[in-house]
C-alpha cells in the first residue's frame, strides 16, 4: 500500500509532508489566507476554495496542472469531495444552502436550503449520506442523503460544535466541542446519532479543522500554529507538529480514507445510470436528473425539459427564484404551468473563465471578487494596476497584454467612451431613479418601490396619490415649514431668541422636533405650529437630530459633550450611545429598516461613522476624502447615504456599507450645510448665500435656486407619506379613525364596523339601522330621485376621499356599481369600489366585479402580459413578436389555435388604446406601430412582420422563413388533401350510379325464350313494311 501523509493548508500555500515528519514539499502556492480543501484521491486531485474570493480551483496531488473552475460565492463554510459521484460540495453560512457540482465545474445544483447556519460539510458516499454541523439555537449534526432528501438531526448539544469528520470504514462522525475557556471535547457518534462518547481534550483553537486516519484524529491549532494528533479512543497527550505559519486546514491522504464500496442500492429496473445523476439515491430508487433536463415518461432517463416542436403557447408572466437567482418564462395552457426555459449553464460555460448565470433563452458570464470581466464578457483576469492610466476609468483599470483596459462591475458595461460604465452595479444604476433589475450584461430594466410610479422615460420614480409634499427647515431663528419649491412660506415657532440649527418630523404623530443651541435644549411642535414642548433640557451643543419613526426614538448629537445619545420621543429613557473616540459629531440620521444610525464628525479622525441603534458595531463608512463633512441624509427609497461638505463644497453619495461612492458636485454650490432628497431631486441649503438650492440627485446637474423667505437655513427635510416607510399611522390616537384604523403607505385608511357607514370625513363611521335601511331601499325606485334622500346616502356612502389618487378612478366610478344590501352589514364590510356585495350562507362577502381580481376589499384590474414563445427542436426561446399590457375583459384568452403567433391577438375594447404621443415616435423600431395603454400608463408595440422584441428592436427573418415554409407546406398539404377527397367522392359516386342500375335491371329481367322470341317479332313487324309488293 502507498505510504499514508499530511496535505496541510497553510496562509496562502498547500504544503505535502509525511506522517513521521519528513519529507517536506510545498504542493502548491498563492492560494488565499484562509481555504478550504478536500481531495479525490482516485483522480489524484485536491479542490480547494478560497473563502475570500469563493473561487474553486484544483490541483493535481503532484503540483501540476492548477485550474480555476468556479465561483461559488464568498462565505463558504466547508467542502467536500464525493469520489464516487465525481461531485464536489460545499456549504455557506450567509445563504444557508448545501450544493452541488460536477468536478469540472459543471451542473451547479442546490440540494439543500433553508439551514440554520450549515458548515463543516462531510460525505460518505458509500452509505450515500452528506452530514454538517448546523449553528442556530442549539448546535447539532444533522444528515441527509446525496440528493437533499430524507434530512435528519442526529445530535443536539448546547455547547458549540467547532468542527466535523467522518470516517468511512467505521460508519463513525467525530467532532470537536467548546465547553468554555481553554476546554474542549472530542466527541464520536454512529451515523445514526447512537453510541455518542466525549472525551476531554485541551485545545486552544477556536476554529480547528480535522481529519482522520487509523487509530488519530490529525487537528489544526491556531494559537499554537501546529497540526495535533491526538488518539481518538484515548485522547492522550497530543503530539504536535509545528508549521511554519497558521495551519487552516488539513487531509490525511491514503486510499484507505476514500475506499469504494459495492453499492447496497436497490436500483429501479430500467433505471439507466448513463444518463441520471445521483440514480436511485433515495429509498424508492428514483432517477434524479440534471439541472437543465427533466425525467422521461418511462422515468428510466432524462431529457432536455424544452416544450414540444412549434408549440405555441401565452406567456403569462415571469418568476424569479430569489434563492438561485434565475429568472423563468411561465406559459399558462388553461390550468397548466410549464417552464420555457433551459439552464444553459447546466451543461457548459460557454466560454466563461470563471462563472456562467443562466438568464432566460440566453446567459453571461461572472467573476468573483478580485477579479474583473475583461470587455469580451467571457474572460476573468485577476487586478493588476494599470501602468499608465489607471485614473482614467470610472470603475477600474486593469493591465493586459493589449495594454490597460478599462473594466466594469459584472452586470454592467463599458460605455462608447471606454472609460465610463453603466449598469445596475455602476454609479449611475443603470440610470434607474430607484430599482435596477439586471436582465444580463448591457441589459437590464428599471423599477420603483410601491407607491411609486415609472414614468415613460422607464427611467424616473414619481410618488403616487395626494397629499404633495413639502419641506421643514431650521431657519436659525424659527423653523419653517413651505412647498418644495420654496413658496408659501410659514413659521411654526412664533418665539425670538433662538438659534435651531437640527429638525427632524415624526410621521406618526406629526410633529417636528428640533434641537435648540440657545437654549441648550430638545423641543417639538405641531406639524401646524402652535405651542412648544421641552423634552430633553440639560444639552450642550446639540446640533444633530433624527427621529426613529418606527422604534418611537429620538436620537441627537451633542457637539459639546462629544456624544451621540437618544431616548424615547416624550424624551424619557435617555441613553448615552457613544462617547469614546469622539470629538465633534455634528449630523446624525436613521435607518430604521436597517436598524442603524449614521453621523458625521468633523473631529479628528474627520469621518462618516455607521453603528447599530443601540450603539453597537460601530464602525467608519467614509474616511478619507473628507475635511469637514456636515449634513447627512438617507435615501429610503435606494438605501443610499447621502452627505454635504462645508468646507469642499462637495456633495457625496454612497451604499450604506460605504460601497459606490460617488461626488454629485464638485466646489459650484458653494457651502452646502445639509441635504434632503425625495424622488429625484436633493435639496440643500448652502451657507455661501444663506439659500435654498435644488439638484438632480443622481448626476448633480440641473442646479436651482429656490426664491424662499429665510434667515439662515441649516437642517432641512422633506415630508412626504412615502419618505418614511414602514410607519404604523395607527398607533397615535387611532390614526384619527373612529372604528378601525389601517396604516398602508405612509396613509390612514379607516373602516366601520357592523352597523356603521363612513362619513364623508374619512374617519368618522355614523350609526345605520338595518330596518329603516331596508325600507329605503326598497322603495328606492320612488326615493332615487328625491335630492334630499340622495344627500343623506351621500353623507352614508362610504368614502374614498383618503386614498390616493388614481388614473382609474373616473373609469372605475363607471364601470362599478355597488350592490345595496337589506343587512346594514354590508356597509361594514368596506368593499372595493370594483366589488359588489353578496348574500351567502354564512354572511355578507365582498367579491370582485368581472374583469377584476382580489380579495374583495382591494380589487384591481386583471393585466395579461402577452407574448408569443417558440419551442423547435428542444430549444425554447421567447419571441416576443407581439407585447403589451392589455386589460382582461370577458373574453379572455383562450387556448392558442393552430395559427400562427401573428394572428395570435387578444380582444380589448378600442377606447383603452391610444396611438403614442409624439414624444415616443422613436419607441418602436423597425416601421411597429406604437400603442398606449392610458389605463395601464404603459407603451407597447405591434411589430412588422420579421421583427420581435419589446419595441420590435431584433430582426428574426430566419424565424420569419421557417413559418412561411410552414405556411407552404401545410398549404400544400390541404390541397392534396382536397384533391384526395374529391377523387374519393367521384369514386363513391360513380359506384353508387352503378349499383343503382344494376338492380333495376334485374327487377324487370325476363326468361331468354321470350326475349328471343320477341325480338325476333319485333325484328319481324320492323321489317314487315319495307317489302315491295310483287
Given at each position: 500500500?502507498?505510504?499514508?501523509?499530511?496535505?496541510?493548508?497553510?496562509?496562502?500555500?498547500?504544503?505535502?509532508?509525511?506522517?513521521?515528519?519528513?519529507?517536506?514539499?510545498?504542493?502548491?502556492?498563492?492560494?488565499?489566507?484562509?481555504?478550504?480543501?478536500?481531495?479525490?484521491?482516485?483522480?489524484?486531485?485536491?479542490?480547494?476554495?478560497?473563502?475570500?474570493?469563493?473561487?474553486?480551483?484544483?490541483?493535481?496531488?503532484?503540483?501540476?496542472?492548477?485550474?480555476?473552475?468556479?465561483?461559488?460565492?464568498?462565505?463558504?463554510?466547508?467542502?467536500?469531495?464525493?469520489?464516487?459521484?465525481?461531485?464536489?460540495?460545499?456549504?455557506?453560512?450567509?445563504?444557508?444552502?448545501?450544493?452541488?457540482?460536477?468536478?469540472?465545474?459543471?451542473?451547479?445544483?442546490?440540494?439543500?436550503?433553508?439551514?440554520?447556519?450549515?458548515?463543516?460539510?462531510?460525505?460518505?458516499?458509500?452509505?450515500?449520506?452528506?452530514?454538517?454541523?448546523?449553528?442556530?439555537?442549539?448546535?447539532?449534526?444533522?444528515?441527509?442523503?446525496?440528493?437533499?432528501?430524507?434530512?435528519?438531526?442526529?445530535?443536539?448539544?448546547?455547547?458549540?460544535?467547532?468542527?466535523?469528520?467522518?470516517?468511512?470504514?467505521?460508519?463513525?462522525?467525530?467532532?470537536?466541542?467548546?465547553?468554555?475557556?481553554?476546554?474542549?471535547?472530542?466527541?464520536?457518534?454512529?451515523?445514526?446519532?447512537?453510541?455518542?462518547?466525549?472525551?476531554?481534550?485541551?485545545?486552544?483553537?477556536?476554529?480547528?479543522?480535522?481529519?482522520?486516519?487509523?487509530?488519530?484524529?490529525?487537528?489544526?491549532?491556531?494559537?499554537?500554529?501546529?497540526?495535533?494528533?491526538?488518539?481518538?479512543?484515548?485522547?492522550?497527550?497530543?503530539?504536535?507538529?509545528?508549521?511554519?505559519?497558521?495551519?487552516?486546514?488539513?487531509?490525511?491522504?491514503?486510499?484507505?480514507?476514500?475506499?469504494?464500496?459495492?453499492?447496497?442500492?436497490?436500483?429501479?429496473?430500467?433505471?439507466?445510470?448513463?444518463?441520471?445523476?445521483?440514480?436511485?439515491?433515495?429509498?424508492?430508487?428514483?432517477?434524479?436528473?440534471?439541472?437543465?433536463?427533466?425525467?422521461?415518461?418511462?422515468?428510466d432517463s432524462c431529457e432536455g425539459s424544452a416544450l414540444s416542436p412549434f408549440?405555441?403557447?401565452?406567456?403569462?408572466?415571469?418568476?424569479?427564484?430569489?434563492?438561485?437567482?434565475?429568472?423563468?418564462?411561465?406559459?399558462?395552457?388553461?390550468?397548466?404551468?410549464?417552464?420555457?426555459?433551459?439552464?444553459?449553464?447546466?451543461?457548459?460555460?460557454?466560454?466563461?473563465?470563471?462563472?456562467?448565470?443562466?438568464?432566460?433563452?440566453?446567459?453571461?458570464?461572472?467573476?468573483?471578487?478580485?477579479?474583473?470581466?475583461?470587455?469580451?464578457?467571457?474572460?476573468?483576469?485577476?487586478?493588476?494596476?494599470?501602468?499608465?492610466?489607471?485614473?482614467?476609468?470610472?470603475?477600474?483599470?486593469?493591465?493586459?497584454?493589449?495594454?490597460?483596459?478599462?473594466?466594469?462591475?459584472?452586470?454592467?458595461?463599458?460605455?462608447?467612451?471606454?472609460?465610463?460604465?453603466?449598469?445596475?452595479?455602476?454609479?449611475?444604476?443603470?440610470?434607474?431613479?430607484?430599482?435596477?433589475?439586471?436582465?444580463?450584461?448591457?441589459?437590464?430594466?428599471?423599477?420603483?418601490?410601491?407607491?411609486?410610479?415609472?414614468?415613460?422615460?422607464?427611467?424616473?420614480?414619481?410618488?403616487?396619490?395626494?397629499?404633495?409634499?413639502?419641506?421643514?427647515?431650521?431657519n436659525m431663528v424659527d423653523v419653517r415649514k413651505v412647498k418644495v419649491d420654496?413658496?408659501?412660506?410659514?413659521?411654526?415657532?412664533?418665539?425670538?431668541?433662538?438659534?435651531?440649527?437640527?429638525?427632524?418630523?415624526?410621521?406618526?404623530?406629526?410633529?417636528?422636533?428640533?434641537?435648540?443651541?440657545?437654549?441648550?435644549?430638545?423641543?417639538?411642535?405641531?406639524?401646524?405650529?402652535?405651542?412648544?414642548?421641552?423634552?430633553?433640557?440639560?444639552?450642550?451643543?446639540?446640533?444633530?437630530?433624527?427621529?426613529?419613526?418606527?422604534?418611537?426614538?429620538?436620537?441627537?448629537?451633542?457637539?459639546?459633550?462629544?456624544?451621540?445619545?437618544?431616548?424615547?420621543?416624550?424624551?424619557?429613557?435617555?441613553?448615552?450611545?457613544?462617547?469614546?473616540?469622539?470629538?465633534?459629531?455634528?449630523?446624525?440620521?436613521?435607518?430604521?429598516?436597517?436598524?442603524?444610525?449614521?453621523?458625521?464628525?468633523?473631529?479628528?479622525?474627520?469621518?462618516?461613522?455607521?453603528?447599530?441603534?443601540?450603539?453597537?458595531?460601530?464602525?467608519?463608512?467614509?474616511?478619507?476624502?473628507?475635511?469637514?463633512?456636515?449634513?447627512?441624509?438617507?435615501?429610503?427609497?435606494?438605501?443610499?447615504?447621502?452627505?454635504?461638505?462645508?468646507?469642499?463644497?462637495?456633495?457625496?453619495?454612497?451604499?450604506?456599507?460605504?460601497?459606490?461612492?460617488?461626488?454629485?458636485?464638485?466646489?459650484?454650490?458653494?457651502?452646502?450645510?445639509?441635504?434632503?432628497?425625495?424622488?429625484?431631486?436633493?435639496?440643500?441649503?448652502?451657507?455661501?448665500?444663506?439659500?435654498?438650492?435644488?439638484?438632480?440627485?443622481?448626476?448633480?446637474?440641473?442646479?436651482?435656486?429656490?426664491?424662499?423667505?429665510?434667515?439662515?437655513?441649516?437642517?432641512?427635510?422633506?415630508?412626504?407619506?412615502?419618505?418614511?416607510?414602514?410607519?404604523?399611522?395607527?398607533?397615535?390616537?387611532?390614526?384619527?379613525?373612529?372604528?378601525?384604523?389601517?396604516?398602508?403607505?405612509?396613509?390612514?385608511?379607516?373602516?366601520?364596523?357592523?352597523?356603521?357607514?363612513?362619513?364623508?370625513?374619512?374617519?368618522?363611521?355614523?350609526?345605520?339601522?338595518?330596518?329603516?335601511?331596508?325600507?329605503?331601499?326598497?322603495?328606492?325606485?320612488?326615493?332615487?330621485?328625491?335630492?334630499?334622500?340622495?344627500?343623506?346616502?351621500?353623507?352614508?356612502?362610504?368614502?374614498?376621499?383618503?386614498?390616493?389618487?388614481?388614473?382609474?378612478?373616473?373609469?372605475?366610478?363607471?364601470?362599478?356599481?355597488?350592490?345595496?344590501?337589506?343587512?346594514?352589514?354590508?356597509?361594514?364590510?368596506?368593499?372595493?369600489?370594483?366589488a359588489q356585495c353578496v348574500l351567502e350562507e354564512g354572511g355578507s362577502v365582498?367579491?370582485?366585479?368581472?374583469?377584476?381580481?382580489?380579495?374583495?376589499?382591494?380589487?384591481?384590474?386583471?393585466?395579461?402580459?402577452?407574448?408569443?414563445?417558440?419551442?423547435?427542436?428542444?430549444?425554447?426561446?421567447?419571441?416576443?413578436?407581439?407585447?403589451?399590457?392589455?386589460?382582461?375583459?370577458?373574453?379572455?384568452?383562450?387556448?392558442?389555435?393552430?395559427?400562427?403567433?401573428?394572428?395570435?391577438?387578444?380582444?380589448?375594447?378600442?377606447?383603452?388604446?391610444?396611438?403614442?404621443?409624439?414624444?415616443?415616435?422613436?419607441?418602436?423600431?423597425?416601421?411597429?406601430?406604437?400603442?398606449?395603454?392610458?389605463?395601464?400608463?404603459?407603451?407597447?408595440?405591434?411589430?412588422?412582420?420579421?421583427?420581435?422584441?419589446?419595441?420590435?428592436?431584433?430582426?428574426?427573418?430566419?424565424?420569419?422563413?421557417?413559418?412561411?415554409?410552414?405556411?407552404?407546406?401545410?398549404?400544400?398539404?390541404?390541397?392534396?388533401?382536397?384533391?384526395?377527397?374529391?377523387?374519393?367522392?367521384?369514386?363513391?359516386?360513380?359506384?353508387?350510379?352503378?349499383?343503382?342500375?344494376?338492380?333495376?335491371?334485374?327487377?324487370?329481367?325476363?326468361?331468354?325464350?321470350?326475349?328471343?322470341?320477341?325480338?325476333?317479332?319485333?325484328?319481324?313487324?320492323?321489317?314487315?313494311?319495307?317489302?315491295?309488293?310483287?
Amino acid at each position: 500500500d502507498p505510504r499514508p501523509y499530511l496535505l496541510i493548508g497553510l496562509k496562502n500555500l498547500i504544503l505535502q509532508i509525511d506522517l513521521d515528519r519528513t519529507s517536506p514539499k510545498r504542493l502548491a502556492s498563492g492560494l488565499g489566507n484562509d481555504i478550504l480543501m478536500d481531495v479525490h484521491y482516485r483522480e489524484g486531485r485536491v479542490y480547494w476554495v478560497d473563502t475570500h474570493t469563493g473561487v474553486l480551483s484544483r490541483i493535481q496531488l503532484d503540483g501540476t496542472h492548477t485550474k480555476k473552475l468556479l465561483s461559488l460565492g464568498k462565505g463558504i463554510s466547508g467542502l467536500a469531495v464525493d469520489w464516487r459521484g465525481n461531485s464536489v460540495y460545499w456549504s455557506s453560512r450567509k445563504t444557508g444552502m448545501i450544493q452541488r457540482a460536477a468536478v469540472d465545474g459543471h451542473e451547479v445544483k442546490t440540494i439543500l436550503r433553508d439551514l440554520s447556519r450549515p458548515s463543516d460539510v462531510v460525505i460518505d458516499p458509500n452509505a450515500r449520506f452528506v452530514f454538517w454541523l448546523s449553528d442556530g439555537v442549539m448546535s447539532g449534526i444533522q444528515r441527509s442523503d446525496l440528493i437533499g432528501d430524507l434530512i435528519s438531526t442526529l445530535l443536539e448539544i448546547s455547547d458549540r460544535l467547532l468542527c466535523l469528520a467522518v470516517d468511512v470504514v467505521e460508519k463513525k462522525l467525530f467532532w470537536i466541542q467548546d465547553v468554555g475557556g481553554e476546554l474542549s471535547s472530542l466527541g464520536s457518534c454512529d451515523y445514526n446519532g447512537n453510541l455518542v462518547n466525549v472525551i476531554n481534550q485541551r485545545l486552544r483553537t477556536k476554529s480547528p479543522k480535522m481529519s482522520l486516519f487509523s487509530d488519530y484524529v490529525y487537528l489544526t491549532d491556531s494559537e499554537s500554529q501546529s497540526v495535533l494528533r491526538v488518539n481518538r479512543h484515548t485522547g492522550e497527550p497530543a503530539e504536535m507538529l509545528k508549521m511554519p505559519s497558521v495551519p487552516v486546514d488539513v487531509k490525511v491522504i491514503h486510499p484507505m480514507n476514500q475506499p469504494v464500496e459495492e453499492s447496497r442500492a436497490v436500483f429501479t429496473p430500467g433505471c439507466k445510470t448513463d444518463e441520471c445523476v445521483k440514480v436511485c439515491s433515495s429509498p424508492g430508487g428514483h432517477c434524479k436528473c440534471k439541472s437543465g433536463f427533466r425525467l422521461s415518461e418511462l422515468e428510466d432517463s432524462c431529457e432536455g425539459s424544452a416544450l414540444s416542436p412549434f408549440l405555441f403557447a401565452v406567456v403569462m408572466g415571469r418568476l424569479k427564484d430569489e434563492v438561485r437567482q434565475e429568472s423563468l418564462w411561465i406559459l399558462i395552457f388553461m390550468d397548466d404551468i410549464v417552464i420555457c426555459d433551459i439552464n444553459e449553464c447546466a451543461q457548459w460555460n460557454h466560454g466563461c473563465s470563471l462563472g456562467c448565470e443562466n438568464v432566460p433563452g440566453s446567459y453571461f458570464c461572472t467573476c468573483p471578487e478580485g477579479y474583473i470581466l475583461l470587455p469580451d464578457h467571457k474572460t476573468c483576469r485577476e487586478m493588476q494596476p494599470c501602468l499608465e492610466n489607471g485614473t482614467l476609468c470610472e470603475h477600474a483599470c486593469t493591465h493586459t497584454i493589449e495594454g490597460d483596459v478599462c473594466v466594469c462591475p459584472v452586470g454592467s458595461s463599458l460605455k462608447h467612451d471606454g472609460r465610463a460604465c453603466t449598469g445596475c452595479v455602476s454609479v449611475d444604476r443603470g440610470g434607474c431613479s430607484q430599482v435596477c433589475v439586471t436582465l444580463s450584461p448591457g441589459r437590464w430594466e428599471c423599477e420603483c418601490q410601491p407607491g411609486y410610479q415609472l414614468q415613460p422615460d422607464g427611467k424616473q420614480c414619481k410618488a403616487l396619490g395626494s397629499p404633495p409634499a413639502w419641506m421643514l427647515f431650521a431657519n436659525m431663528v424659527d423653523v419653517r415649514k413651505v412647498k418644495v419649491d420654496g413658496s408659501e412660506s410659514t413659521s411654526l415657532i412664533n418665539e425670538t431668541k433662538r438659534f435651531i440649527t437640527a429638525v427632524d418630523y415624526d410621521p406618526v404623530q406629526n410633529r417636528v422636533y428640533f434641537a435648540d443651541t440657545e437654549r441648550r435644549q430638545i423641543e417639538s411642535v405641531s406639524v401646524d405650529g402652535g405651542k412648544t414642548e421641552v423634552l430633553i433640557d440639560d444639552l450642550v451643543s446639540p446640533e444633530g437630530i433624527a427621529v426613529d419613526w418606527i422604534n418611537r426614538n429620538i436620537y441627537w448629537t451633542d457637539r459639546g459633550r462629544s456624544s451621540v445619545s437618544c431616548s424615547r420621543l416624550d424624551g424619557l429613557n435617555k441613553t448615552l450611545l457613544i462617547h469614546d473616540k469622539l470629538l465633534q459629531p455634528r449630523d446624525v440620521t436613521v435607518h430604521p429598516q436597517a436598524q442603524m444610525i449614521f453621523w458625521t464628525d468633523v473631529g479628528v479622525p474627520v469621518a462618516v461613522w455607521r453603528a447599530g441603534l443601540d450603539g453597537s458595531d460601530r464602525t467608519v463608512l467614509i474616511g478619507s476624502g473628507l475635511v469637514s463633512p456636515c449634513g447627512i441624509s438617507v435615501d429610503h427609497s435606494t438605501h443610499t447615504l447621502y452627505w454635504s461638505d462645508i468646507t469642499t463644497g462637495h456633495i457625496e453619495s454612497a451604499g450604506l456599507d460605504g460601497s459606490h461612492r460617488h461626488t454629485l458636485t464638485h466646489q459650484q454650490v458653494g457651502r452646502p450645510f445639509d441635504v434632503a432628497v425625495f424622488e429625484d431631486t436633493l435639496w440643500f441649503t448652502n451657507w455661501k448665500d444663506n439659500h435654498i438650492y435644488r439638484l438632480d440627485k443622481r448626476t448633480g446637474s440641473d442646479v436651482e435656486r429656490l426664491d424662499v423667505d429665510s434667515v439662515k437655513p441649516a437642517s432641512l427635510v422633506i415630508v412626504h407619506h412615502l419618505i418614511k416607510p414602514g410607519a404604523d399611522l395607527c398607533l397615535h390616537g387611532n390614526g384619527g379613525c373612529s372604528h378601525v384604523c389601517e396604516s398602508r403607505l405612509g396613509l390612514v385608511h379607516c373602516s366601520c364596523q357592523s352597523q356603521h357607514v363612513l362619513s364623508s370625513d374619512g374617519k368618522t363611521c355614523l350609526h345605520v339601522d338595518a330596518s329603516s335601511l331596508s325600507s329605503s331601499t326598497s322603495s328606492s325606485s320612488t326615493s332615487a330621485g328625491d335630492p334630499k334622500w340622495s344627500d343623506q346616502m351621500k353623507n352614508k356612502s362610504p368614502n374614498y376621499e383618503s386614498f390616493p389618487s388614481s388614473p382609474l378612478s373616473s373609469e372605475r366610478e363607471r364601470i362599478s356599481e355597488k350592490m345595496v344590501s337589506d343587512q346594514g352589514e354590508c356597509f361594514s364590510l368596506n368593499c372595493s369600489e370594483n366589488a359588489q356585495c353578496v348574500l351567502e350562507e354564512g354572511g355578507s362577502v365582498c367579491r370582485c366585479l368581472s374583469g377584476f381580481t382580489g380579495d374583495g376589499h382591494h380589487c384591481m384590474r386583471k393585466c395579461v402580459c402577452v407574448c408569443v414563445c417558440v419551442c423547435v427542436l428542444f430549444i425554447c426561446d421567447p419571441l416576443v413578436l407581439y407585447m403589451a399590457c392589455v386589460l382582461e375583459h370577458s373574453s379572455a384568452l383562450s387556448r392558442p389555435s393552430s395559427g400562427t403567433p401573428l394572428d395570435m391577438t387578444t380582444s380589448w375594447q378600442r377606447g383603452d388604446v391610444v396611438v403614442c404621443p409624439s414624444t415616443h415616435d422613436s419607441y418602436c423600431l423597425h416601421d411597429a406601430v406604437c400603442f398606449y395603454f392610458p389605463e395601464m400608463e404603459t407603451y407597447a408595440c405591434n411589430c412588422a412582420p420579421g421583427y420581435m422584441g419589446e419595441r420590435c428592436q431584433y430582426s428574426d427573418l430566419k424565424w420569419w422563413d421557417l413559418q412561411q415554409a410552414e405556411h407552404e407546406k401545410r398549404r400544400n398539404t390541404a390541397i392534396a388533401v382536397c384533391i384526395t377527397l374529391l377523387l374519393l367522392l367521384l369514386s363513391i359516386t360513380a359506384t353508387i350510379t352503378y349499383c343503382y342500375r344494376c338492380g333495376r335491371c334485374s327487377e324487370t329481367r325476363v326468361p331468354v325464350d321470350v326475349v328471343s322470341e320477341a325480338c325476333v317479332c319485333e325484328k319481324s313487324v320492323t321489317e314487315t313494311p319495307s317489302i315491295s309488293p310483287q
